[in-house]
């Protein structure tokens, strides 16, 4: 059960977007589309983001969005607010009660 | 408005043992996959176990198997964790969380509860 990878850091300005990947392998991320996406603040709790890939629950704006190739899922952040700046992980179904969790993206709004 | 309170943290010596509980309010528990993920201090989210809503099938991580047990009372809207052989990398911020069934969707979660195992 190891982490999906995903980068340490992502950086970018207000009105930019940017990138998180989150690497799996061909027995979670590639061949499962339950793939999901989490915001954390510290100290409070974690907020979903995206669902099944590239679901947008109720109330997240649709500058996040979800994308997956092979076995690499990627969220977007479009039009950088500095409300944005988080940690961000990425979460995939790995098997009958198995999950994984990336081991999470912070976000810095320069 | 749904809700999700865990309770039960606190500091605990290697070796020892605790019980942490998660109280639900807005939905019907009964119909619900339950979580519990950790965050460990510095490090990432870690999924630790979930349960069915019938509460007789659960699942649990490598690293926590045979050591906690996840259950749930379904007539009092309520989730659990018996944690047992605490070890310090236990140490952490134990989440509860709605979800966490096939579709790997874990929504909403409560803001953790602190367990430090240390002596």
């Known amino acids: 059960q190891s982490a999906l990878t995903q980068p340490r850091s992502v950086s970018g300005s207000p009105g930019q977007s940017v990138t998180i990947s989150c690497t799996g392998t061909?027995?979670?991320?590639?061949?499962?589309?339950?793939v999901s996406w989490y915001q954390h603040h510290p100290g409070k709790a974690p907020k979903l983001m995206i669902y099944?890939?590239?679901k947008r629950p109720s109330g997240v704006p649709d500058r996040f969005s979800g994308s997956k190739s092979g076995n690499t899922a990627s969220l977007t952040i479009s039009g950088l607010q500095a409300e944005d700046e988080a940690d961000y992980y990425c979460c995939s179904y790995a098997g009958i009660y198995t999950r994984i969790f990336g081991g999470g993206t912070k976000l810095t709004v320069l | 408005e749904v809700q999700v309170v865990e309770s039960g943290g606190g500091l605990v010596q290697p070796g020892g043992s605790l019980r942490l509980s998660c109280e639900v309010s807005g939905f019907t528990f009964s119909d619900y996959w339950m979580s519990w993920v950790r965050q460990i201090p510095g490090k990432g989210l870690e999924w630790v176990a979930n349960?069915?809503?019938?509460?007789?099938?659960?699942g649990y991580a490598d690293s926590v198997k045979d050591r906690f047990t996840i259950s749930r009372d379904n007539a009092k809207n309520s989730l659990y964790l018996q944690i047992k052989s605490l070890r310090a990398e236990d140490t952490a911020v134990y989440h509860c969380?709605?979800?966490?069934?096939?579709?790997?969707?874990?929504?909403?979660w409560g803001q953790g509860t602190l367990v430090i195992v240390s002596s």
């Open positions: 061909s027995s979670d991320v590639g061949i499962y589309n339950y």
């Open positions: 969380a709605r979800g966490g069934g096939p579709a790997a969707i874990f929504d909403p």
């Open positions: 099944d890939v590239n």
């Open positions: 349960i069915k809503p019938d509460g007789i099938e659960r």
